[in-house]
């Protein structure tokens, strides 16, 4: 096999370019990042889990209609997706305080918020991810103002299913990042969800006892970060067969 022409290198995928004009593989590696890049480090068979449960949760929300750019697995680590045009902003979604919400705004984390807030921050290493309002993303052209009402609106499908999806396996959907691209079909243009939906970018605790079982264990230290990531796979029921050996996944690349 010849080597793949590699599009993109982020913290914890690769974009290679895909078999078929329009699609790209998404490759999960285990190298894991916090704190703007200041905090490095490997989360041990990280990559075959969140390729397994982002597929999972991808495969659900196309399952009652939401658009997303995910295709298929392809393998332990990789999977096919459309390539689209990525929009320029993260949209986090809170139901409950933690993060930076909750140092922003002094509110101690676990609080329930009154309800579902959005906040948007423009993808930018350089900046830092700086906060922005609505008005900055359609005044420097981000996104159109129906691009970012698509956004919202996806966004809170996909809060309202997988919050209860996740209550269905105990555990309570804090937060979450969401990134949205721009599929082009027949000159028409549809706002797709992209990226991926994982432990990486979801806070999720155990409903009876708050435990963190997300990237909150490798930003502050808390030890047994693998361990969480397989708990969310296996609650999901979606262990890699053969358990926690098979999940360090193929090594090398080709
Ligand atoms: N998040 C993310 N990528 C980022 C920043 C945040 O996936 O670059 C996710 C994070 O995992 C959490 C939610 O978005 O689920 C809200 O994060 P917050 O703003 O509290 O930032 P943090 O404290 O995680 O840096």
Excluded at 14 to 37: I, R
Excluded at 165 to 193: A, P, Q, S, T, Y
Aim: hydrophobic share 35%; aromatic share 8%; glycine share 8%.
């Amino acid at each position: 096999m010849t080597r793949r022409r590699r599009i993109y290198e982020g913290k914890a995928k690769v974009l290679f370019e895909g078999p078929e004009p329009g699609t790209l593989v998404q490759y999960f590696k285990d190298d894991a990042s916090a704190f703007n890049n200041q905090k490095k480090g490997v989360i041990t068979g990280k990559g075959v889990l969140n390729n397994r449960i982002s597929e999972y949760l991808m495969s659900r929300l196309s399952e009652i209609g939401v658009p997303t750019h995910f295709v298929r697995r392809l393998n332990m680590r990789e999977q096919l997706v459309r390539e689209v045009e990525i929009i320029p902003i993260e949209l986090v979604v809170r139901n409950v305080a933690a993060g930076s919400l909750s140092q922003r705004f002094g509110i101690p984390e676990g609080t329930p918020l009154p309800r579902s807030i959005i906040e948007y921050y423009y993808k930018s290493d350089e900046l830092h991810d700086p906060m922005v309002s609505e008005e900055h993303i359609t005044a420097f052209g981000w996104a159109a103002p129906q691009d970012l009402d698509d956004m919202v609106a996806l966004s809170l499908r996909v809060n309202d299913y997988l919050s209860g999806l996740f209550l269905g396996i105990g555990l309570k959907l804090v937060d979450f990042k969401l990134e949205f691209g721009r599929l082009w079909e027949n000159e028409e243009m549809r706002i797709v969800l992209a990226d991926e939906i994982s432990p990486d970018n979801c806070r999720l605790w155990d409903v009876k006892t708050n435990e963190k079982l997300d990237k909150d264990r490798f930003r502050q230290d808390l030890g047994r970060v693998e361990e969480a990531y397989q708990e969310v796979a296996r609650r999901l029921g979606i262990l890699p067969e053969g358990g926690p050996s098979d999940v360090k996944g193929p090594k090398t690349l080709q």
